[in-house]
């Protein structure tokens, strides 16, 4: 694998996010996988200061299975397993999107807790911390495809659909905004709907897509935090 130098961040409200001049955008803190299976945990950072900084991304705490890896991968390219801290120059304003931190989860069933800082670089007392947990499981519940304390959000159903699909969800907190776009192959936003505080369910209007691939994205306060395919059938 490629060794490199770069950042992220798993972010925990243990400071004043507005006073580090960066912020952690995607929320999810649990995650659930099968046995032989590679997942990949999104890790998100934006530069919300004036000025370029260097970041360090570091994991604090959290083993794998003897059977099990885990390492940090940008894009297509992979750093060494034993990598558990680099840094990364993020320009004002922009947002690291293709950070992850990828499992490759073994063949026994366990529950793994890990515990990531990130700072700007020569400065650690103003940094984030965030703790996520994956469950490794024989069978593991394909409904539920996100979950925080804000919300949770169950994957979309028929999958494929013919003329209505559903997204069953429930918000935690009332000040979220939550909504569904689905997109074409080509990214193109094709319908949008909105996910109210006090309901439970969202409808789409699939009767109105022609045949094809489609993909769904949830947006929480217009972050995107998971994206998921949706097969329309005629």
């Known amino acids: 694998m490629k060794q490199f130098v770069l950042v992220a961040l798993l972010f925990t409200s243990v400071f004043s996010v507005g006073a580090q001049g960066f912020e952690w955008t995607d929320r999810q803190e649990s995650f659930q996988a099968g046995l032989g299976q590679i997942i990949r945990l999104p890790i998100r950072i934006k530069n ?91 069978k593991p519940a394909k409904s539920l495809v996100f979950q925080s304390k804000d919300i949770t959000i169950h994957d979309i159903y028929p999958n494929p659909v013919i003329d209505q699909a559903f997204i069953d969800y429930r918000i935690y907190n009332e000040s979220l905004k939550a909504k569904v776009v689905i997109h074409n192959i080509l990214g193109s936003p094709v319908g949008h709907h909105d996910m109210p505080v006090f309901e439970t369910k969202v409808k789409i209007q699939a009767d109105e897509l022609s045949s094809g691939v489609y993909f769904y994205t949830v947006y929480l306060d217009n972050v995107g935090v998971l994206t998921r395919k949706l097969v329309v059938r005629k």
């Open 48 to 138: 919300t200061s004036d000025r370029a900084q260097f970041f360090i991304i570091r994991k604090a705490q959290g083993d794998l299975g003897s059977n099990q890896k885990g390492y940090f991968c940008l894009g297509d390219d992979c750093f060494d397993p034993g990598l558990d801290q680099f840094s990364k120059r993020i320009e004002p304003g922009e947002t690291l999107n293709n950070l992850y931190f990828t499992i490759e989860t073994g063949l026994v069933t366990t529950l793994n807790s890990f515990r990531f800082e990130v700072f700007p670089r020569g400065n650690p007392a103003i940094g984030l911390e965030h703790a996520f947990s994956l469950a490794v499981e024989e």
